[in-house]
């Protein structure tokens, strides 16, 4: 008994250090806990709309087609106009716009993410810098002004320039958009919580391969990480 419970408490201790080590990997020293949103100091960030997972002749698109995976694409789709829409009034309030996108080697050596768990992502390049399938899709830019931070992680924030930037250019309220709710959307505002930042997370912005992942994705959110707001109510918010 006694040999279960130190098994127990090294495994406990274990989980302890792994959870203080991502949540302080390159990153800065957290900035001053915000705790209402500041709208004249926030950004939209929009993860992870690339082509392999959005646009029909992607790796998504490819999968469902070999029915490996179940038609959603329509409903991740559906979203790009309400993305535009914030888009659109934070640059004409003068706030940034910073897609946090994936881009790895072909042989997924420098990957951050569980590649592995992908189903057939050996048979085809999923997210390979340099390739179509990970660049921007066209209907939402980048446009001139813009940022873009590519990464190796679900966590836009996970060892890339992303909290750099967004120091430099004195944010400290983020508005969270893109895919997937239940995962790298989810994954991204987490670590913003855990740098200082305040989240706002769209609802109708952010999308999952299903309703139901959805629907979890932001009752998580809700509870523990953000603020949940739509697509209007943001914009109000800038006004």
């Not at 469902?64 to 309400?82: D, Q």
């Not at 946090?100 to 999923?126: C, H, I, Q, T």
């Not at 609802?203 to 999952?208: E, N, V």
């Not at 949940?228 to 914009?235: A, F, H, N, P, S």
Request: charged fraction near 20%.
């Amino acid at each position: 008994m006694k040999k279960r419970y130190f098994k127990g408490v090294v495994v406990a201790m274990i989980i302890v250090v792994l959870a203080l080590v991502s949540a302080t990997s390159g990153c800065a020293p957290a900035p001053s806990r915000v705790t209402e949103p500041d709208m004249g100091n926030s950004a939209l960030l929009i993860i992870h709309m690339q082509n392999d997972v959005v646009k029909e002749g992607g790796f998504v698109d490819w999968l469902v087609k070999e029915g490996v995976s179940p038609p959603h694409l329509e409903g991740i789709r559906a979203i790009i106009p309400n993305i535009n829409k914030l888009a659109a009034a934070m640059r004409e309030a003068g706030r940034p716009v910073v897609f946090g996108n994936v881009g790895v080697k072909a042989d997924y050596s420098d990957a951050l993410y569980p590649y592995w768990k992908v189903p057939r992502v050996m048979e085809r390049p999923f997210f390979v810098e340099g390739t179509w399938g990970a660049e921007t899709v066209e209907e939402l830019g980048p446009q001139s002004g813009d940022y873009l931070v590519i990464g190796k992680s679900w966590n836009c924030f996970y060892r890339s320039e992303l909290d750099k930037l967004l120091r430099k250019l004195k944010v400290n309220t983020v508005i969270v958009t893109g895919i997937h709710t239940d995962a790298c959307a989810l994954l991204t505002a987490n670590g913003a919580i855990e740098r200082g930042y305040y989240v706002i997370y769209v609802i109708d912005g952010t999308a999952a391969l299903h309703e139901d992942d959805h629907t979890c994705g932001i009752i998580a959110v809700g509870k523990a990480i953000g603020e949940l707001k739509g697509t209007d109510q943001v914009i109000e918010m800038l006004e």
